[in-house]
């Protein structure tokens, strides 16, 4: 399969496939609490922002030092054009460094070639992955509307950091001065392909990933050593790959579930969201795919929608899978719309699951576990594909405004043993991440760190907490001058 031939094929696709001003307007009304970070205040977004040494509250632990990185979409008004979905906008890259006693805050917007094309023009140019505009101009490569806001891979060996969209290229940026570097080239034939935003990094260093390109039915799978080098790429054909978010590794297996989420470029209405159709009668389909060879074995469970793994390992013949089950994912992308009043209450909250596959008999089993109104797993870093009991997520509580969209809570699973710290009223949690004690430390030992929004002040805070007692709060914290753009992921990177 000429995967060159394959990517131009898929362009259009990519395309119609593939958050903004960040800022400080006024937050009035629970209403508008998620909207207030994305407000443009007296204009674009003041970017790069620098705290300098911020006061600590509590006690910062010693042991922890290091940059927590952040990235997430930041700009989403230029020129007097917007965007208005949480997905659409340029991406800030975040970086908290922990040294020496002091911690400090940076943020600067990734001068990516849309962003430097849109900043030239003096206005927005292209559209979004939720939202078209009005004489946009024509899409050169899914590299030209390339905003690096997802996620970020860091890969120590080399010292190189990469900010990671969906549907193009790894974005290779300065660690210290966060300045964009240019698009990471794996090698001549996968040169603008699609580099998912969640690669897995496993226990030796070496770094897997995959790209989706919508209405081919086929995934691309790396295979990149611990140093940056390409060893591998092979193109996998693969049902209902029209929006793969995330994956999981094993020991010896990929793992993939691709949920019956359509994608057709003839249709929608100008929501370009509605270009995708639930297809509720087609099933989970679950790829075991083996790393040695590629070779699939597929299961089927009921439908249900996924944006993020936990974890996948090998266990006494079979394989397990920890994620969050999305059961009504068109509806949870809709709801993400920032101009938009919050619609109250939840019909279909995401839950905590695990999957069970025995390959030697063909069957699946799926279960909900006690844990509802959470999103963005997070594990020990060191044991991607091997047994995990420790796992961070974002939660909602249930006295959390329901007007109010996101998250008000960090918690933990420890195995049967449930933690939560809720931030309370006017904050809105983002990912916390689990930073182990050490590499080889038990799970559990450490700390868990994550930022979160407070709404009616317009700031930012990032705090710290114990990893085993994360329900007696924050053992420090730091409070910005200003509030941050709601952000997607991040990445703990030790000094």
Known sequence: MNFSINRRAALAALGTAAAGAAGWGRAATPQDAWRSSY???????????????????????????????RVGPARR??????????????????????????VSHRGVLLATPKLQAEEAAGRLLYPGFAQALPDARPMLGPDSVNPANINLLSLPA?????????????????????????????????????????????????VWNFGYMPGTGSLLLYEISPAGTLRRRHVLAAPQADMVH???????????LLMPLLFSAASGTGDRLSHYRWEEKSPLVVLLVDKADFKVQRFELPATGVFHLANAWEQGGTVQIRFVAQPDILG?????????????????????????????????????????????????????????????????????????????????????RQQRHVYGAGWIAEEHVYVPA???????QGWV??????WPSERSALSVFDAAAVNAGPVARVTLPYGLPLGLHGQFVAA
């Open 449 to 454: 760190l994550g930022t979160a929004y407070h």
């Open 246 to 256: 995330d994956f999981a590794i094993t020991e010896r297996h990929l793992v993939f």
């Open 332 to 416: 949870a992308m809709r709801k993400m719309q920032v101009d938009q009043p919050r619609q109250a209450g939840y019909a279909h909250q995401p839950r905590w699951t695990q999957i069970t596959l025995n390959p030697a008999t063909g069957q699946a089993q799926m279960q909900a576990l006690d844990a509802s109104g959470v999103e963005f797993p997070r594990i020990h870093p060191a044991r991607n594909g091997l047994p995990t009991r420790f796992t961070t997520l974002a939660a909602r509580s249930r006295g959390m405004d329901a007007r109010v969209e996101g998250f008000d809570s960090v918690a933990t699973l420890h195995g049967d």
């Open 438 to 444: 050490s590499r080889t430390a038990p799970e559990g």
């Open 158 to 206: 080399s010292r190189e950091l990469f900010a990671l969209w969906e549907a193009g290229s790894a974005l290779a940026v300065d660690p210290d001065s966060l300045q964009a570097k240019g698009f990471k080239v794996w090698s001549p034939d996968t040169q603008g392909a699609p580099f998912s935003a969640h690669p897995r990094v496993a226990p030796d260093g070496t």
């Open 77 to 102: 008004e230029l020129g007097g054009v917007s965007m208005n979905h949480w997905f659409d906008g340029d991406g800030m890259l975040q970086a908290f460094r922990f040294e020496g006693g002091r």
């Open 39 to 69: 407000a443009p205040h007296n204009g674009p977004l003041k970017a790069p922002l620098d705290s300098g040494p911020l006061r600590i509250a509590g006690r910062w632990p010693a042991a922890l030092t290091g940059t927590l990185y």
